[in-house]
C-alpha cells in the first residue's frame, strides 16, 4: 500500500498529465507559503491557473471533488495571494481542482473555475 505522500505525487503527476494533454502550459507545483500549499501552477493561455489535487483510493469518505471544505478554500486562497505577491501575473486567475480515484481503473474528474473568487482578487 502506498503512503500518503507518493499517492499525493502520483496524483499530482497524473493530474498534469491530464491538464497538460488539454493544452495546459507547466507553470509549477508544490508552492508553499505560511497558509498552505497549492499543488499544481498551470497556464491556461492567458489565464494563470492555481491546482488543487485530490486522491483517495475509495469512496469510503466521499469523493475527491467533495473533500475541498470552506477552510481549504480560504488556504488555497490565501496562498494564492502569497504566489502572486512573489510571481506577479497580470491576467486572470481560477482555482481547478482535479479529483482522483485511484481504484483498479484509475477516474479522473477535472472541475474548472471551482472557487468563487471574485470578492478576494
Not at 479529483?99 to 468563487?116: V, Y
Request: hydrophobic share 30%.
Amino acid at each position: 500500500m502506498q503512503n500518503r505522500r507518493t499517492q499525493g505525487t502520483e496524483g499530482e503527476n497524473l493530474a498534469r498529465s491530464l491538464l497538460e494533454k488539454k493544452g495546459y502550459g507547466y507553470v509549477g507545483r508544490n508552492y508553499n507559503c505560511r497558509w498552505g500549499e497549492i499543488d499544481l501552477v498551470m497556464r491556461d493561455r492567458e489565464t494563470l491557473v492555481f491546482v488543487e489535487v485530490r486522491s483517495r483510493r475509495s469512496l469510503r469518505y466521499g469523493h475527491p471533488l467533495e473533500s475541498v471544505t470552506l477552510t481549504k478554500q480560504r488556504r488555497l486562497i490565501q496562498t494564492a495571494k502569497d504566489y502572486l505577491l512573489h510571481h506577479p501575473h497580470q491576467g486572470p486567475v481560477r482555482f481547478d481542482i482535479v479529483g482522483i480515484l485511484m481504484t483498479p481503473d484509475i477516474q479522473i474528474q477535472h472541475l474548472e473555475n471551482a472557487l468563487e473568487t471574485s470578492t478576494f482578487f
